[in-house]
C-alpha cells in the first residue's frame, strides 16, 4: 500500500473531534508559515487600549516605491518653480478656452483615456450616469474637452464621425448629453486685422474666439512666437469654415487658413483633409517628441498614477511623472526642442532641468546628480542635458521625467505624442495647388 493511503486510512479511523483538532492544527501551521509581516514601526506604544502607531517619514519612505519618491512628495504642474513664466498670450488665454484633444487608438477604452490626461474618475461616472454611449467608442474618433480651473471636465465631445457628434456639458451641478448632427451647410467666412496693442486683443476684435486664437498660436508655435515676435501694424487674415443653417451661423467654426504678415515675412497655414495644419508646401508644422528621455530603457519604478492615494492619510497623492530606476551618472536627452526655462536645486526636486517645448509642451527631470545646461538655452530634441542622480527627496537613484501639455501633467509613457509627417505624396500636388489658390484669396483681404 502506498504511503498516502495509508495515512488517509489513519485518518479515517480517528474520531470526529480528533480530525477536527488535526485540521485546524494544519490550517494554523500554514498561517505562520505563509504570514510575514511586511512593514514593522519603530514606535508603536500600547497606552489605552489601542495600538497607536507612529510614523516618522522615515516610516513613510518604506511604505513608498523604491528608485522614487516618498509618497507625499507632490511636483504640482503649475508650481512656479517647475514651470515656464508666462508670457504675453499666455496671460490672455483663459484656462477654460484650452482645447484638450485625443484620437481614439484601438484597444483604448475611455478610463484609459481619462487615466493618461489624469482627468476625474468621478466626472467620467457622472458623464455615464447620464448617457453610457461614451463607453463605446470607435477606433479613431476625435475626443475634445475643456477643463475648468479646478481640473473639472465642463465639456467633452465626441466626433463620432464627420457629421455626428455627441456633447455632455457641465452646468448647475450636473451633465446634460446632446447629439448634434451636422446639416447645415459649410461656408468659408473671412476675419481680417491689423495688430493694434498686441496680437490676442487684435484677433479679438477681428471676430476669432479665445479657442480659435489658441489653435492659431499652437499651430504656429515652431514659425512663430504670436507672444514675442508679433509687432505693431502686422496683418491678418484667416478663413473660418462655419456652418449655417437658413442662413444663420450655428457654429464659431473651423480655422481653415492663415495668413500673417509680419513685416516682410508671410507666414501660412492650412488646415488638410486629413484634420492636420500645413505649410504651402504641405510640410508639418509640428516638431516630433522622443517618448523617453534615456537611450537605455530602464525599469519604471513608479508609473504616472493620477489618483494614487497615500497609505497611510488614504489622500489622493497623484504621482505627476514617471520614474525610471537608472543608476546615478546616466545620460538625460532633451525629448524635444526648446528652451532651457529652469536648471537649479530644490529640495524636493533635487537638481532639476525645465524645457519648454513651443506653447504645448513642457518637461520636467528631476533629481540629477549634474545640470549640463544652463537657463534660457535652446535645445535639440536628443541633446544631452544632465547626468542623472539620487538628490532631492528621493527613495534611491532615479529620473523623475515629466510630460505637461497645455499645462496639465500627463502620462508620457502613453499620450499620442507630436509627429513632423509631411502630407502623403499622393495628395501633395493637389494640396499645393488649393493651397495657393487659399492663400491668394486670403492676400486680397489684408
Ligand atoms: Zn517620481
Given at each position: 500500500m502506498k504511503y498516502k493511503d495509508v495515512v488517509v486510512k489513519r485518518i479515517n479511523t480517528l474520531s470526529k473531534s480528533h480530525k477536527f483538532a488535526l485540521v485546524s492544527l494544519s490550517l494554523f501551521t500554514c498561517v505562520i508559515l505563509i504570514w510575514e509581516p511586511t512593514h514593522s514601526f519603530d514606535a508603536v506604544s500600547t497606552t489605552d487600549s489601542r495600538n497607536e502607531i507612529k510614523l516618522s517619514s522615515d516610516n513613510l519612505q518604506t511604505l513608498a516605491d523604491q528608485n522614487s519618491e516618498p509618497v507625499e512628495t507632490i511636483f504640482e504642474p503649475d508650481d512656479p518653480d517647475f514651470n515656464a513664466p508666462k508670457d504675453e498670450l499666455d496671460k490672455h488665454i483663459?484656462?477654460?478656452d484650452i482645447r484638450h484633444s485625443h484620437t481614439v487608438a484601438s484597444g483604448e477604452t475611455l478610463g484609459e483615456i481619462f487615466n493618461q490626461y489624469a482627468l476625474p474618475m468621478s466626472d467620467m461616472y457622472a458623464l455615464l450616469g447620464v448617457n453610457k454611449s461614451a463607453a463605446n467608442m470607435r477606433v479613431g474618433a476625435d475626443l475634445e474637452w475643456q477643463q475648468n480651473e479646478a481640473g473639472k471636465l465642463i465639456e467633452l465631445k465626441i466626433h463620432r464621425n464627420i457629421k455626428d457628434t455627441d456633447i455632455y456639458t457641465w452646468s448647475d451641478d450636473r451633465y446634460t448629453f446632446t447629439q448634434q448632427e451636422e446639416k447645415g451647410e459649410i461656408k468659408p467666412v473671412f476675419l481680417t486685422g491689423r495688430v493694434t496693442s498686441n496680437f490676442y486683443n487684435s484677433a479679438r476684435s477681428a471676430g476669432l474666439t479665445p479657442g480659435q486664437i489658441q489653435t492659431l498660436a499652437k499651430q504656429l508655435q515652431w514659425k512663430f512666437d504670436?507672444?514675442?515676435?508679433a509687432r505693431k501694424g502686422d496683418k491678418f487674415a484667416v478663413e473660418i469654415d462655419k456652418e449655417f443653417i437658413d442662413g444663420k451661423a450655428i457654429s464659431s467654426g473651423e480655422v481653415k487658413a492663415v495668413l500673417y504678415k509680419n513685416g516682410n515675412r508671410d507666414i501660412t497655414l492650412l488646415k488638410h483633409t486629413d484634420g492636420h495644419y500645413y505649410d504651402m508646401q504641405g510640410r508639418s508644422l509640428n516638431r516630433a517628441f522622443d517618448?523617453?528621455?534615456?537611450h537605455k530603457r530602464f525599469r519604471i519604478s513608479s508609473s504616472f498614477n493620477p489618483y494614487r492615494k497615500h497609505p497611510v492619510t488614504g489622500r489622493t497623492s497623484p504621482h505627476n511623472g514617471t520614474d525610471f530606476a537608472a543608476p546615478v551618472g546616466t545620460s538625460v536627452y532633451a525629448t524635444g526642442d526648446g528652451v532651457v526655462v529652469r536648471a537649479l536645486h530644490h529640495p524636493l526636486a533635487g537638481n532639476y532641468v525645465v524645457i519648454k517645448h513651443g506653447r504645448e509642451y513642457v518637461t520636467r527631470y528631476l533629481?540629477?546628480?549634474?545640470?549640463l545646461v544652463k537657463k534660457g538655452q535652446k535645445i535639440s530634441m536628443g541633446d544631452k542635458i544632465a547626468l542623472s542622480g539620487n538628490t532631492g527627496r528621493s527613495t534611491g537613484p532615479h529620473l523623475h521625467y515629466e510630460l505637461i501639455k497645455n499645462g496639465r501633467a500627463v502620462n508620457a509613457m502613453k499620450v499620442p505624442l507630436p509627429q513632423a509627417s509631411p502630407i502623403k505624396t499622393s495628395e501633395r500636388s493637389h494640396f499645393k495647388q488649393q493651397a495657393k489658390l487659399t492663400i491668394d484669396a486670403l492676400r486680397e483681404q489684408v
Open positions: 483663459d484656462v477654460q504670436f507672444g514675442k515676435e517618448r523617453y528621455p534615456t533629481h540629477l546628480s549634474k545640470i
